[in-house]
């Protein structure tokens, strides 16, 4: 779990604000950059291959002007000599080698004779790349850049003339621009997110005075906000101080008024098992006294002792049943020995007076078998109050059912009812709530706050189907392991 949390840690949507506003600004500053960054190259090549289209012009022109009447005679030593002489005057040109071909594409003359000597054919690579007179071909990869002109007598071809150029200061120039706005856009991206950083995490101060506030209520009792920071804090967030510092009144007294009808619930609940209890105990103890005045009267007789003897035993164990159940379920000190099938069955000895006052019919399916490793105590309010509610609501002939197993590592517990349905509030509660606000609306539903707040203790969460006019099943699921002791008998 502590890896996924640090992998989930690395993802945007986990970073504080303080944070994520600076991120942010760094993006925008670095698409914006970008884009800039893009034009401004994008400019300064076309400006660039504008001046070296320019100069080339320039150069072929007053080459093929003074090769063209030693082109016609093909007089290599002429045209030769104006290529040295013309390489050595040009001024913002940087020309590598140069080639002069008659009009059949041989080779009259070249600024480098070991390159390309005379009588030979134009290379095929070189006259690819100047295949349109007149244009201006780049290899940036090479450093290098290829144009060609015609050389035109009376209106006919008589030669062409090649022109290696040297473009690498060019695009030196290209580089020193891109890593001038590369540090310059760097600089200030660092500069915006230092002062973002800085200046969002001054306006968040209040904000996070108030989550460390929220949090410490997550963790336990809800504290005010000190008056102190109200002051200093600005208007909009003084407020919002103010209207946190009465909700934190407020939940104080609701949780107060919670705490004391809880009690009163519980009080309640224990009065009516107690009730149930004393009948569940009265009828065997009714059978054994009459048992007794048997055996006072006709105990010499042997069937009669054994039938009396049988009946006494049946009311003691009986009683015993009862005892156990109600010392497992309101026993503090053995709420954290692990739940068995035998816990829950004896629920139904508890739960069988309400039953019968209410003439109610039980599907009872335990499936539990062995002990599972959960707190017996906590499984058992949690089933209590889930029937004795289903009880309340099935009204008279209804029907209720209860439903336990163990699967994998999870215990699941279902309890349903035939009564009218859960009201759509203390679904949502039990479904959703946080365990800390008591469903008191209506003057009732302590029970179910009281599960509620059991089943979070567990890591177990509850899942309501209701209908209206049909009835309600509450489902409640945990993982097991949470269990300290091992199963001992209670009685």
């Not at 080779?107 to 070189?126: H, K, N, T, Y």
């Not at 100047?130 to 015609?150: I, P, W, Y």
Request: hydrophobic share 45%.
């Amino acid at each position: 779990m502590s890896a996924l949390r640090r992998s989930q840690a690395l993802w945007p949507v986990h970073w504080p604000i303080s944070v994520k506003v600076p991120v942010l600004v760094v993006c925008l500053m670095v698409a914006v950059s970008t884009v800039i960054s893009e034009r401004v190259l994008h400019r300064l090549g076309t400006m660039q291959e504008n001046d070296l289209q320019a100069l080339a012009s320039t150069y072929l022109t007053g080459l093929t002007t003074s090769l063209q009447p030693h082109v016609l005679r093909e007089d290599v030593w002429e045209v030769f000599d104006i290529l040295d002489r013309s390489r050595m005057d040009r001024v913002g040109l940087r020309p590598l080698r140069t080639v002069v071909t008659n009009s059949t594409g041989m080779v009259i003359a070249a600024s480098d004779p070991r390159w390309l000597p005379i009588r030979s054919a134009i290379p095929e690579p070189l006259a690819k790349r100047v295949a349109d007179a007149g244009t201006l071909s780049l290899d940036q990869k090479a450093g290098r850049a290829f144009a060609t002109r015609r050389i035109d007598y009376q209106g006919r071809t008589i030669g062409h003339v090649y022109a290696e150029i040297d473009i690498a200061p060019l695009l030196a120039e290209r580089q020193s621009v891109l890593a001038t706005l590369l540090v310059s856009n760097a600089l200030l991206a660092v500069a915006f997110a230092a002062i973002g950083y800085l200046a969002v995490r001054r306006m968040l101060r209040p904000v996070r005075v108030l989550a460390d506030h929220l949090e410490r209520a997550r963790k336990g009792r809800v504290e005010k906000i000190d008056d102190r920071l109200l002051d200093r804090s600005g208007s909009e967030f003084g407020r919002l101080f103010k209207r946190y510092n009465a909700l934190v009144r407020a939940v104080d007294e609701r949780e107060a008024f919670a705490a004391r009808l809880a009690k009163e619930e519980k009080l309640a609940s224990l009065g009516r098992l107690a009730a149930g209890v004393a009948h569940e105990i009265n009828n065997p103890l009714g059978g054994m006294f009459t048992a007794l005045d048997t055996l006072k009267s006709h105990g010499a007789e042997p069937a009669v002792r054994a039938t009396s003897v049988r009946l006494l035993d049946q009311g003691l164990r009986g009683i015993r049943d009862v005892v156990r159940a109600t010392l497992a379920t309101y026993r503090p000190e053995r709420s954290t020995r692990n739940l068995t099938a035998a816990d829950l069955d004896d629920l139904r000895l508890l739960v069988q007076p309400e039953l019968r006052r209410h003439a109610l019919h039980v599907d009872w399916r335990n499936e539990v078998t062995g002990a599972i490793a959960l707190p017996a105590g906590e499984i058992r309010q949690i089933a209590l109050n889930l029937l004795l509610n289903a009880a309340a609501a099935s009204g008279r002939n209804g029907t209720i059912g209860f439903h336990a197993r163990e699967a994998g590592n999870r215990f699941f517990l279902s309890i349903s009812d035939s009564g009218p349905g859960l009201p759509d509030h203390l679904v949502g509660f039990l479904s959703g709530g946080d365990g800390t606000r008591a469903p008191i609306e209506s003057n009732g539903g302590l029970g179910l706050w009281m599960v509620q707040r059991l089943a979070r203790s567990l890591g177990g969460s509850i899942s309501v189907t209701t209908t209206d006019g049909i009835g309600t099943e509450i489902r409640f699921e945990a993982p097991t392991g949470t269990g300290q002791e091992a199963l001992r008998d209670v009685a």
